[in-house]
């Protein structure tokens, strides 16, 4: 059973619970510094794994970590912006699908009447700037 938090706020403990996670980290001057991450919306993120497996497969193995609280965690990356602590993220897109090029995606702007307008512009003002 999890335990509480923080026998002060019982608010607090009925939110959160005490679960140790694997934390990414990156080097920093002093040591070594969570790394935060977007949400799918652009919001930042803490992150934790519940595992070194975990990890080591969505982050590769060459992702430094540390094991810190979760609250612990938060706490630390509130101040910096992250609301949240995402555990077990999937960090992998599923592959594209592969179609034919469109004809109209392979031209170049300088193809097109307003391209070569903007084109010549650009020329007239390079030349009467440089």
């Given amino acids: 059973m999890a335990q509480p938090v923080s026998d002060e706020d019982p608010e607090r403990s009925e939110r959160f619970t005490v679960r140790p996670l694997h934390v990414p980290v990156r080097p920093s001057p002093f040591g070594y510094a969570a790394r935060l991450f977007r949400t799918p919306l652009g919001d930042r993120t803490a992150v934790g794994f519940t595992s070194a497996r975990a990890l080591t497969a969505t982050l590769g193995a060459g992702q430094p970590w540390?094991?810190?609280?979760?609250?612990?965690?938060?706490?630390?990356?509130?101040?910096?912006?992250?609301?949240?602590?995402?555990?077990?993220p999937q960090l992998s897109a599923p592959a594209p699908v592969s179609r034919p090029p469109h004809p109209a995606r392979n031209r170049r702007a300088s193809d097109t009447p307003r391209g070569v307008a903007i084109a010549a512009l650009g020329m007239a003002l390079s030349y009467w700037i440089g």
């Fill in 66 to 88: 540390i094991r810190l609280a979760e609250p612990a965690l938060r706490d630390m990356t509130a101040p910096l912006g992250a609301a949240t602590v995402t555990v077990d």
